[in-house]
């Protein structure tokens, strides 16, 4: 199975500032296969990103992803209150779905 | 609105059995793939299993394949999860995902049910 692996595990950031987020993955994930979500405590998770760039409904547009091959990006602009959650990328390949570790993004 | 709404989850003890439930509503349940992902208590996401939209073909996690086994019954919008064998390290809360064609991800989650294995 495919490892993703996410960084950094824990971001701390303030309102109004950039963030960037990776997902590694061990092997080439096709482009199209690759999602992001975000989980807010006591809540599912709800997605972000599909094929590696494509919003999801309802998503803002300060939220991008990015990337091909093993490396892929979430970028999150202009951090609003609401965005500090756990973030995770997704992969599918071969019959098989897997999701990375997760990095928290945390008010500083 | 799409609703997912799951059912069945509760203490269990090691070696037993749980069948969980997901009603669908507001959509056409019979064209979709459909999954279970699961959450153990303050950890990460893990993809469960996985089936066709017409039941023909399952896909399933090596941690749970020849224990668990998912099903639906299209006519009644509904989503199964028949968990045998049970064990400590199945103790999580239990998602039903809808499938977002085509793209490999999970575009809309059910608020999950909790599954406690434990003596």
């Known amino acids: 199975d495919i490892v993703l692996t996410q960084s950094p595990g824990t971001l701390s950031l303030s309102p109004g500032d950039g963030a960037t987020l990776s997902c590694r993955a061990s092997q080439s994930v096709s482009s199209v296969n690759l999602a992001w979500y975000q989980q807010k405590p006591g809540q599912a998770p709800r997605l972000l990103i599909y094929g590696s760039s494509n919003r999801a409904t309802g998503i803002p547009d300060r939220f991008s992803g990015s990337g091909s091959g093993t490396d892929f990006t979430l970028t999150i602009s202009r951090l609003e209150p609401e965005d500090f959650a756990v973030y995770y990328c997704?992969?599918?390949?071969?019959?098989?779905?897997?999701f990375g570790q997760g990095t928290k993004l945390e008010i500083k | 609105e799409v609703q997912l709404v799951e059912s069945g989850g509760g203490i269990v003890q090691p070696g037993g059995s749980l069948r969980l439930s997901c009603a669908a509503s507001a959509f056409t349940f019979s064209s979709r793939w459909m999954h279970w992902v699961r959450q153990a208590p303050g950890k990460g996401l893990v993809w469960v299993a996985a089936?066709?939209?017409?039941?023909?073909?399952?896909l399933y996690a090596d941690s749970v394949k020849g224990r668990f086994t998912i099903s639906r019954d299209n006519a009644k919008n509904t989503l199964y999860l028949q968990m045998n064998g049970l064990g400590v390290e199945d103790t999580a809360v239990y998602y039903c995902?809808?499938?977002?064609?085509?793209?490999?991800?999970?575009?809309?989650w059910g608020q999950g049910t909790l599954v406690t294995v434990s003596s």
């Open positions: 089936i066709w939209s017409d039941g023909s073909n399952t």
């Open positions: 995902v809808r499938d977002l064609t085509h793209w490999g991800a999970f575009d809309f």
């Open positions: 997704q992969q599918y390949g071969i019959s098989s779905y897997t």
